[in-house]
């Protein structure tokens, strides 16, 4: 353990008590949100990320040790074991190397080494290996054995040969080195299947493609991946041939003999036939790994932020679910998010549908009072955005919510369980104007997956992408805390500490013994203790409860000295909470103790100022151009509002209101260099883009962020002296030859520095 807490503060450049601290909390049941939020003092401050990097890497040692037990078992067992075969065991550092040192010993099936084995040409195989000087062939001819199937010399030293591969193949130092080679020179090259071109034109970019696996992109080597399992693409992960019998020839070949020529041979075929496929599955399964991990990074990101968009906040809600000929599903809803009416209407078949659809909406927003209406932005979104609008109805707000994922709860078994008198298309319409009120309480009841912000999610790991959105999802419903008396179950139950089956006790409890009026009586739930107590009650509010601190998020651990607090001022909790000049009178050094340092005090001053406070953005209301509806009523040159509804590695995804996301590539994000997107883009972010290029085939839109530079007097006189300067040159003796190469040149030099600079991050 303390060797793995050790590497572990090595790898992440933290104190090696802050690891221990960690995984102790850990062992013990803590949470990722509680430990970053509640234990500071123990950790030195870890953030989430580190938290969950240290619960990651402790897991996957123990793992390797679970693994490097079983080997000393099994080599123990074989009687192969011995004090130096064991040290090298317990000294393997990776999965990678303790697999090749058990690789020789691990049972396997028969092989054409092992065969050879049995015609007794073991000795022939080593004395080879040795390249002394002897005669290979007369020495091989003593091996000729009829009974065991050695007919010729020729077999004997076939077999031998077989023996040398496998032994190479196999050698540990040698895998090694072959490793670090692939790593560093192998490619990734692709080609379309002869016959496939039509069928595969979404691989177009990748029918003849190449480029070092050591920096391909994730999204590329998932879209090579995926092309290649679909059988439209061949896929090859190799490194240039010669180079590696080279290194194999280096650590093998010792002599210029006839035997050595012997070890050549086999050098080759070890390579060709056994160590190159091996090497190559280990790539592709360590290149797909690294793009997993990359593509789950980018597709929790964009969850999280999608997680967090602004809220409305209660309002009464009108939610229209679009359709054309099926017509437009109606919900009215209060500011809880209760479901009042539901309607049918039909504004796009026909004049008097037209007119009666009119009616029951402005009917049902003056029945309801209803101050916002949702409206879904897949089919028929734009054009029911449009007739809603053309009503001018008063003082309501007119917002179009992304439906992702709404079809996704409607015939879940929530839902069901939910609105069991109503079918998915009034349960589907619900979720849009639910959504717009609270996403995040919304979104928690579908799978992370349906919510339209990633890509490949079907190719990566499951496993690890399920873990990825879950830790993004309970760290967003804790980052933003839960309301205890109106949450649902499924939200409580991504509170840390809870869980499905106590999320579904506490909305039992609540429904039985009515709301809870203080934190202390959820110890009543049924089988809630008090580990789970001290892990949930920070992340739960209770507002207007029968203790003030009860709405914040400062933990009931601490009550006992924020009263202390508040005695010694001469005043209350509720009275250090409502005067910021009483505030500014504590002296937090005085209540430094073992157990509550300043890191802590500090987040208490923090809630007392803004109690239970939403870290989510203020809510703005947006809409799309009018008249743009369809990808063919765009045009290059247009600017249009958008919103950003993915971001990747290459760039971001806008909405732009016409049924197709366009994207705006990293390289058109900015005016200057970009090497994150993220730094500039959020997920529901409002922006402002320029269309450049519409592919109405391929329904492809390429989007820039890109600001005009503004024109000067002076340039404009620069640029006429540079007209008149440029008659008589051609090609790059002009300025606009030389200005295209020094753009060139400082755009590389952009980017080398980018990279320095991540180098020191």
């Given amino acids: 353990m303390q060797d793995h807490q050790s590497l572990i503060a090595r790898e992440l450049l933290v104190g090696e008590k802050q690891v221990q601290a960690t995984i ?167 080609a379309v299947i002869k016959g496939k071109e039509e069928e595969g034109q979404k691989y177009k970019d990748y029918f003849e493609w190449e480029e070092p696996v050591k920096t391909a992109a994730s999204h590329r080597v998932l879209a090579m991946r995926r092309g290649e399992k679909e059988l439209i693409l061949r896929l090859d992960v190799l490194p240039p041939q010669e180079g590696a019998i080279e290194l194999l020839h280096r650590q093998f070949v010792t002599a210029g003999n006839a035997a050595a020529a012997q070890v050549m041979l086999a050098v080759e075929d070890g390579y060709k036939r056994l160590l190159e496929p091996a090497m190559e599955t280990e790539l592709r399964v360590q290149s797909k790994q690294k793009a997993d991990e990359e593509a789950i990074r980018v597709f929790a990101e ?57 009616l029951i909406l402005e009917s049902l927003c003056k029945k309801h009072e209803i101050e916002a209406i949702a409206i879904g932005n897949g089919t028929a979104g734009r054009e029911t955005e449009a007739f809603v609008r053309s009503l001018k109805i008063q003082n309501v707000m007119i ?84 309301e205890l008396n109106t949450a649902s179950k499924q939200i409580l139950a991504y509170v840390s500490g809870l869980g499905p089956a106590l999320a579904q006790n506490i909305v039992e409890y609540r429904n039985t013994h009515g709301a809870f009026r203080n934190r202390e009586s959820l110890k009543k739930v049924p089988r809630l203790g008090e580990k789970a107590y001290e892990q949930a009650a920070g992340f739960l509010r209770i507002r207007n ?16 000295l924020l009263n202390r607090m508040s005695k010694d001022l001469g005043t209350t909790v509720a009275g250090l909470m409502a005067d910021p000049a009483l505030r500014k009178q504590i002296k937090l050094q005085q209540y430094v103790d073992a157990e509550t340092g300043l890191p ?48 990747t590695n290459f760039g971001a995804f806008v909405d732009i209101g016409v049924h197709q996301d366009g994207l705006v590539h990293t390289s058109q994000l900015s005016n200057r260099y970009v090497s994150n997107p993220n730094d500039l883009v959020k997920v529901n972010q409002h922006v402002e883009v320029t269309v450049i290029e519409v592919d109405v085939q391929r329904r492809r839109i390429s989007l820039s962020m890109k600001k005009e530079e503004q024109s000067t007097p002076k340039k404009a006189r620069d640029h006429g002296r540079r007209k008149q300067d440029e008659k008589g040159k051609t090609g790059d003796q002009r300025p606009g030859g030389f200005q295209k190469k020094q753009k060139d040149a400082d755009g590389d030099l952009q980017e080398k520095l980018a990279k320095l600079k991540g180098l020191f991050k």
């Fill in 545 to 560: 409860g029968e203790n003030v601190l009860d709405g914040s998020g400062v933990h009931p651990e601490r009550y006992g």
């Fill in 302 to 358: 964009n969850a999280r932020q999608l997680l967090l968009a602004a809220p409305m906040g209660q309002k009464n809600t009108l939610a229209i679910d679009p359709g054309f000929r099926t017509g437009c599903k109606v919900v009215c809803l209060d500011r809880q998010g209760k479901l009042l009416e539901n309607k049918t209407v039909y504004p796009h078949t026909g004049a008097g549908n037209q007119k009666e659809a009119a």
């Fill in 600 to 647: 802590t005090l500090n987040d208490i001053m923090a809630e007392l100022a803004k109690p239970g406070r939403d870290p989510r953005e203020q809510f703005e209301a947006f809409s799309f151009t009018d008249g743009v509806n369809d990808i063919s009523d765009l045009k290059p040159g247009m600017k249009l509002p958008g919103i950003v509804t993915n971001i």
């Fill in 24 to 190: 102790g909390l850990l062992d013990e049941g803590a949470t990722v949100p509680f430990i970053s939020r509640y234990r500071k003092e123990m950790t030195g401050s870890l953030d989430e990320v580190q938290v969950a990097a240290i619960r990651d890497r402790i897991q996957q040692l123990r793992e390797l040790d679970k693994r490097r037990e079983a080997i000393l078992r099994s080599l123990a067992e074989m009687g192969k074991l011995n004090a130096a075969l064991e040290k090298e065991v317990r000294e393997a550092v990776t999965m990678a190397a303790l697999e090749d040192i058990y690789l020789p010993y691990k049972p396997k099936r028969k092989t054409r080494a092992s065969i050879a084995r049995e015609k007794g040409l073991e000795p022939l195989a080593f004395k080879l290996l040795a390249q002394e000087n002897f005669d290979p062939e007369a020495f091989a001819a003593t091996f000729i054995d009829a009974d065991k199937g050695v007919n010729t010399t020729q077999e004997a030293l076939a077999g031998a040969r077989d023996i040398l591969a496998e032994h190479i193949s196999e050698n540990a130092e040698a895998r090694t080195h072959m490793r670090s080679y692939f790593q560093e020179k192998a490619t990734f090259k692709s």
């Fill in 399 to 482: 917002v179009m919510v992304n439906e992702s994922g709404a079809s996704i709860y409607s015939a879940s078994d929530v839902a069901r369980e939910e609105f069991p008198e109503h079918d998915i298309t009034v349960r589907g319409a619900v979720s849009i104007g639910r959504r717009l009120m609270d996403p995040l309480a919304e979104l928690v009841k579908i799978d992370p997956k349906s919510i339209g912000v990633g890509q490949y999610q079907h190719d990566v790991d499951q496993v690890k992408l399920q873990q990825g959105l879950d830790d993004t999802v309970i760290s967003a419903v804790n980052a933003v805390g839960v």
